[in-house]
């Protein structure tokens, strides 16, 4: 099984443009069930990810004012090397790796580096255990 068959698409993802202000990436968070907000730009290219534990650091340790902060564009404050999949690889190749680095979710994308959508560990585990795979 492959993550192209499993993947939950955008726009059933929610991406912000890495020049949306921060406060854009922390009400997306605040919304969606991922616990990260997929970073790309207008060519929909994965720029980075920001999660919650990022986020919750991100504003305990800065100096500036929150109405700053929360202006800030994404691009600043996002992992701007996150683990990214290609829709190509397997169900359980991609649960290996996200066990092996301990992440929850990761961006998909095509087969030009495209952002195409997500997945989230619960959903690879539940597709591998309706299929009878574990």
Same mark, same amino acid.
């Given at each position: 099984m492959l993550l192209k068959d499993v %993947? $939950? !698409?955008? *726009?059933d993802v929610q991406v912000v443009n890495e020049e949306d202000c921060f406060f854009d990436a922390i009400k997306v968070l605040n919304t969606n069930r991922w616990g &990260? %907000?997929?970073v790309v730009n207008t060519a929909m290219k994965v720029q980075g990810i920001i999660t919650d534990g990022d &986020? !919750?650091?991100i504003m305990a340790t800065n100096n500036e004012p929150l109405a700053q902060l929360n202006s800030e564009p994404? /691009?600043?404050y996002a992992n701007? /090397? *996150?683990t990214v999949?290609?829709?190509s690889m397997s169900v359980v190749e991609s649960l290996k790796i996200m066990n092996e680095k301990m992440f929850l979710c990761a961006? %998909? $994308?095509d087969s030009e580096g495209k952002f195409i959508g997500a997945v989230h560990i619960q959903h690879l585990l539940r597709e591998l255990i309706n299929n009878g795979t574990i």
């Open positions: %993947v $939950v !698409r955008f *726009p &990260a %907000v997929f &986020a !919750r650091k994404t /691009s600043k701007k /090397s *996150p999949f290609l829709e961006p %998909v $994308v």
